[in-house]
């Protein structure tokens, strides 16, 4: 029985009809049969980013969200451009990471669906190389303009859009793959 890969996708905004929550529903379009998707949407809940509270028995928010993490072949963030940069939210998130490691080399595609979104973009990959997470040749995608590109049901109108987020789950699973036949 062959077993399926694991993706984990993270929304760096909590409004449940963002346009990072539509862009990661039409994700599990383009996903093939090979590949578990799971969108956490669990960010919200995670306490401020305390190192007093990182120890051998971080909050329990903590503890659910690592382990999700740690089973994940690969991840996607898609996030929106807040103040021009990444909103605190996501950051919060990653934070909860940088001691525990579970994004140390692992595949990880970022998306950015915002109006302009190239500041967060950026952003977001810098706090990614941080915390030594695989952003590999074409793991990026900037979606700026997003709203303007979905139609009333979520979905991308512009075929150019689902053709690089095609590409960009494409990419992603040859790289889990890649790092699997390690």
Not at 100 to 129: C, D, F, M, R, W
Not at 168 to 174: D, F, G, N, V, W
């Amino acid at each position: 029985m062959e077993t399926k890969s694991n993706i984990v996708a993270l929304s760096g905004s909590i409004r449940k009809n963002s346009s990072t929550q539509k862009v990661l529903n039409n994700l599990k379009n383009f996903m093939p049969n090979s590949v578990e998707y799971e969108i956490y949407n669990g960010i919200e809940n995670l306490p401020h980013f305390n190192p007093e509270l990182d120890n051998h028995q971080p909050p329990v928010e903590v503890q659910v969200y690592r382990e999700l993490l740690s089973r994940a072949d690969g991840v996607i963030i898609c996030t929106p451009e807040y103040i021009k940069g990444v909103p605190g939210v996501l950051k919060n998130a990653l934070e909860w990471l940088v001691s525990s490691a579970e994004l140390y080399t692992k595949p990880v595609a970022v998306i950015t669906a915002s109006g302009n979104g190239e500041n967060a973009h950026q952003a977001l990959q810098l706090n990614l190389s941080m915390l030594n997470a695989n952003v590999f040749d074409g793991a990026a995608l900037l979606i700026s303009g997003a709203n303007s590109k979905l139609n009333e049901d979520g979905e991308f109108v512009k075929n150019e859009v689902n053709s690089l987020l095609k590409l960009l789950i494409s990419k992603l699973i040859q790289e889990v793959n890649k790092k699997d036949s390690l």
